[in-house]
């Protein structure tokens, strides 16, 4: 079981976890939504439930619920600038489909 986090996604991350003194860990995962089915949840987190499984990567903790990771396990997590947007790109391999406006998937 992984998630990896590209250079660019890390050094957004360590941001994100300079600016609130509180936050211990990155939290990753999905929820139900969309025409698709989940899309993706990236928060910042104080707490790491017994459930939860812990990733580190260059200095940064990325937690992910029981639940979720079947759905993420394997993605890539990236960071990249489109003009004036700024967003996380996830490369997961377990999509199967997208609806068409990118926000939420589907698994197999």
Do not use: W
């Amino acid at each position: 079981m992984s998630i990896q986090i590209t250079t660019a996604a890390r050094e957004r991350m360590q941001n994100f976890l300079a600016s609130q003194s509180t936050a211990r860990a990155v939290r990753f995962g999905v929820r139900k939504t969309g025409c698709s089915g989940f899309a993706y949840t990236v928060d910042l987190t104080d707490s790491i439930a017994e459930n939860d499984h812990v990733f580190e990567q260059d200095g940064v903790t990325v937690v992910v619920d029981a639940k979720s990771l079947p759905l993420v396990d394997g993605t890539e997590i990236d960071f990249a600038r489109q003009g004036l947007n700024s967003m996380f790109v996830f490369h997961n391999p377990n999509v199967v489909g997208e609806c068409g406006c990118g926000e939420s998937f589907s698994v197999g």
